[in-house]
């Protein structure tokens, strides 16, 4: 499936994100990071990217958790649209798996301009790259 959810909505999650693993300069304590995973509805942790035959990158790439409130407000007021790509996913499954790498149809990346300098900072954004 391929979910489609606002900008407000997901620029709202980046926000509220706290890292799944301590940071020291982030957090004046192990403790208040403890009490913010806790509280938080959202985590984050940085994962090693991979290229389509499943080597690793060397650009890290974003994974978001969703609990509690944040998960109802996702499933129930911030999708605008969901798609079935079943067949596309199937067909570009098979043209990896054959080393048809030619074929493959990637998306078009881009820097996710983040507007809140705060949240890009508390994220660990580096826009240079």
């Known amino acids: 499936m391929a979910i489609r959810i606002k900008r407000s909505a997901f620029d709202l999650i980046l926000s509220k994100a706290v890292h799944s693993t301590y940071e020291p300069d982030l957090h004046e304590t192990r403790t208040d990071w403890q009490q913010r995973v806790a509280d938080s509805d959202v985590r984050l942790q940085w994962d090693p990217d991979h290229a389509p035959n499943g080597d690793k990158m060397d650009r890290r790439a974003v994974q978001l958790g969703l609990r509690g409130e944040a998960l109802r407000q996702f499933a129930c007021d911030w999708i605008v649209e969901i798609d079935d790509i079943s ?41 240079t790259n």
């Open 87 to 127: 067949d596309f996913v199937r067909e570009q499954s098979e043209n990896s798996g054959n080393l048809r790498y030619d074929k493959l149809i990637m998306p078009s990346e881009r820097v996710y301009p983040v507007s809140c300098g705060e949240t890009a900072l508390k994220l660990r954004l580096d826009h």
